[in-house]
């Protein structure tokens, strides 16, 4: 509890209090508008083929499968949209906030696609068993992250400008 008391500035004493009840309020929204923001920057970098990230060229195999398949001179992780509009708000509440993918797939559905494709790792597949390259999508850049700065500092100095 913020609690401040002048003596001959009620009107300002008053002001200052009712900052303080919404600054001690939950942050839920804030934490909805930064969900939306992030999984906005995190669809950017699929649909940019990871412009800025650093990601790595694709393998003269994966290239190959890739042809086969019809994906010839689409981005390195789009081919029917599925991680792409699998990343989504998975939770929020008064404490914080989820933003990300569960997408899987193989034979069984069991093969941890997002997480393949996000770290790196091993598949076996129609193709054999090969190494997929890391192409980290959930990340945030440091503009991603200024952005985020400022949209929690204009969400608290909005409920300071209103009081």
Known sequence: ?????????EALGQRLRGIATRLEGSPRVLFESAGELMKTFFRDHIESGGEGLGWPELKPATRAIRKHYGHDGKKTLVRGGDLLQSIDVRSVDEFGVT?????TGGPTGDVPVARILQDGGEVTDDHGRRTVQAFPFIVLSDTELT????LITNFYADLIADA
Do not use: C
């Open 147 to 150: 952005d985020l700065g400022d």
């Open 1 to 9: 509890m913020i609690e401040l008391t002048i003596d001959g500035a």
């Open 99 to 103: 933003v990300g993918t569960d997408l």
